[in-house]
């Protein structure tokens, strides 16, 4: 399958938005996400600042977007902090996702990138086939320590 990459999405990723309808891809529309260490599952929330955060475990991490409502084709900014528990930088991966209900659809090109000192941002554009299908954008990011999920939930707008 194509991936969700920085520029556009594949041409698949595509394809299922569209086969989908207009009726909606993404979670529930819950602003929440999971966490799960190798031995403590942790919860995350989206915060009244405007980020997914994991505040529980060995493993703790905030997603930031630049909103819910990318712009169609204007890159979007988002960013990934985790630490442990101490507050200490972790260093790992974080594999980029993108889900619709359930599944996931996309991946960002490459999938994966290096988190240094507990610190990852990038950008993202989202493609025209993307407007008003509610998705959520996804960081699962793996430490020494245990691993991460942090979700966002979008809904692409022209």
């Not at 475990?57 to 528990?85: D, E, I, Q």
């Not at 659809?105 to 610190?119: A, E, K, L, N």
Request: charged share 10%; glycine share 14%.
């Amino acid at each position: 399958m194509p991936n969700l990459c920085r520029h556009a999405v594949g041409a698949v990723l595509t394809a299922v938005l569209l086969a989908a309808g207009a009726g909606g891809c993404g979670g529930s529309g819950a602003k929440s996400s999971s966490a799960t260490t190798p031995t403590t599952a942790g919860t995350a929330t989206e915060g009244l600042g405007g980020s997914a955060t994991v505040s529980t475990g060995p493993v703790r991490g905030t997603l930031r977007g630049g909103n819910h409502a990318p712009k169609v084709n204007r890159p979007w900014l988002y960013s990934v902090r985790v630490t442990s528990a101490a507050g200490q930088g972790l260093s790992g991966t974080v594999a980029i996702q993108f889900v619709y209900g359930d599944q996931v659809v996309g991946r960002d090109t490459p999938p994966t990138h290096p988190v240094t000192s507990g610190r990852w941002h990038d950008t993202i554009t989202f493609p025209a086939a993307a407007i008003g299908m509610p998705l959520t954008f996804r960081a699962v990011v793996h430490t020494r320590l245990g691993t991460i999920t942090l979700d966002w939930p979008v809904k692409v707008t022209a």
